[in-house]
C-alpha cells in the first residue's frame, strides 16, 4: 500500500539560483511588518517567491528579555516564541498577496505544532513558511517548520485572519 505526502516541501532551496531581490534586510521587513523590539522575531529573509512561501532567519542572543526568566542557567527560547516567529514570516508571504499590501493579518490559529528540540542562545533559527490556501481572500492557511543546524525544531500549520 502506498501513501501520497500532501505537505508542502519546505525543504531547504537555499541551492537554487536566487536573485539579491529575494531576500529582504531587516529595513525592508519593518516596512512590511508592524512587529518592533521585543517582538520583531525575524532578522532577515533569505528567500522568498511572492505570495507563496518565504524562508527567515532569526540570530538566537543571550540579550533576548524573555532568557531572564526562561530558564536562569539554563536559557531556552520560549516555543510560543520560536511560532510567532514562523508566523512572522508567514505575514510576509501574505503582505506579498495581490491587493495585500498595507493590510494586517494575524495570528488565528495553530494546529499540529510540534516541539523537536530546544533552541538556545547562539542558535539561527532558519523558518521555512509556504501559503497552503486562502478563503474569501480573508483567512489563509500555511505550513511551518523551524530548524537549528538543518534539525527540524518546531512545525505545524498556521492559520491567519485579516483584518478590518
Known amino acids: 500500500m502506498s501513501t501520497v ?3 508542502p516541501d519546505l525543504q531547504d532551496n537555499s541551492n537554487s539560483q536566487l536573485a539579491p531581490e ?3 534586510a531587516i529595513a525592508e521587513i519593518q516596512k512590511l511588518l508592524p512587529h518592533r523590539y521585543p517582538f520583531a522575531l525575524v ?9 507563496e512561501r518565504a524562508t527567515g532567519i532569526k540570530n538566537v542572543t543571550i540579550n533576548e528579555p524573555h532568557f531572564q526568566g526562561h530558564f536562569p542557567g539554563r536559557p531556552i527560547m520560549p516555543g510560543v516564541l520560536i511560532v510567532e516567529a ?5 505575514g510576509i508571504v501574505l503582505t506579498q498577496l495581490p491587493d495585500m499590501e498595507g493590510k494586517l493579518f494575524l495570528f488565528a490559529g495553530i494546529d499540529k505544532v510540534r516541539f523537536r528540540r530546544p533552541v538556545v542562545p547562539g542558535d539561527q533559527l532558519i523558518m521555512r513558511v509556504q501559503l497552503l490556501s486562502v478563503k474569501r481572500r480573508r483567512f489563509a492557511y500555511m505550513q511551518a517548520a523551524a530548524e537549528v543546524d538543518g534539525l527540524r525544531t518546531c512545525e505545524g500549520e498556521l492559520m491567519f485572519s485579516l483584518v478590518d
Request: aromatic residues 4%; hydrophobic residues 35%.
Open 5 to 7: 505526502n500532501t505537505t
Open 43 to 51: 532578522d532577515r529573509i533569505i528567500e522568498y517567491i511572492p505570495g
Open 22 to 24: 529575494n531576500t529582504l
Open 86 to 90: 514562523m508566523a512572522q514570516v508567514g
